[in-house]
């Protein structure tokens, strides 16, 4: 079956720095790549998703990119605020129906110090 | 903004007793999930749910697992007899499953088996 690693587990950066979290993903068919942030006591929440057929995706302050041939997906954090403190998870679907049959990466704590 | 809901919020069982974790989904939405988290660990899928029926299931979905939709709104885990390992918190998701549509998740059950 699948299997999302996710890389680095924690990360601290200064107020307006960028910050970038990792994914890779071992199966090849696997097609829908979200991200949702989980702020403490709360469910997580999509920020951003991007589908195999894309090679990158903005919103705003935040950026996805994929590589399907090496299988990763990255999360790209720019001009970081205090409030983009949280956990972030990435996660992969490969089934071709629903996408809500999510593998999740292990998570990446990201700190923002004013 | 409509949501999903859960309740309760937090629930403490004694090991060996049956538990049902409550969840509202969002109403227009098709697909149902349960995910859960062990603290501190990442959140792994549990089961989907379509049509009345289980779509898909992961290896800790078993035999002490069961899903229902007892009626329009609902959609119930229950889980038959709990071990201390159960403890986790626990998450319901929805989605439209379309092709361009996002797993909305609720805001958890904590579940500690004692």
């Known amino acids: 079956g699948e299997n999302v690693e996710q890389h680095p587990s924690t990360l601290s950066v200064q107020e307006g720095d960028s910050a970038v979290i990792k994914c890779t993903y071992s199966?090849?068919?696997?097609?829908?790549f979200p991200w949702y942030k989980q702020e403490l006591g709360k469910g997580p929440q999509l920020i951003i998703d991007?589908?195999?057929?894309?090679g990158e995706k903005k919103d705003q302050r935040i950026a996805v990119t994929l590589n399907k041939t090496a299988k990763h997906f990255s999360l790209h954090i720019t001009e970081t605020q205090p409030e983009d403190s949280a956990v972030y998870f990435c996660a992969a679907s490969n089934y071709g129906g629903s996408q809500g049959n999510l593998i999740f990466g292990k998570g990446t704590k990201l700190s923002v110090k004013p | 903004e409509p949501e999903v809901t859960q309740t309760p919020s937090h629930q403490v069982t004694q090991m060996g007793q049956e538990v049902i974790l409550r969840c509202v989904p969002i109403s227009n939405h098709l697909y149902f999930y349960w995910y859960r988290q062990i603290l501190g660990q990442k959140v792994e899928f549990l089961v989907s749910?379509?049509?009345?029926?289980?779509?898909?299931k992961s290896e800790i979905f078993d035999d002490q697992f069961s899903v229902e939709r007892p009626d329009g709104s609902n959609f119930t885990l229950k889980i038959r007899s709990t071990k201390l390992e159960d403890s986790a918190m626990y998450f319901c998701?929805?989605?439209?499953?379309?092709?361009?549509?996002?797993?909305?998740f609720g805001q958890g059950t904590r579940l500690t088996v004692v």
């Open positions: 199966d090849s068919a696997s097609n829908y």
């Open positions: 998701a929805s989605s439209t499953g379309t092709v361009n549509t996002e797993a909305f």
């Open positions: 991007i589908r195999s057929n894309v």
């Open positions: 749910f379509y049509n009345n029926e289980i779509s898909e």
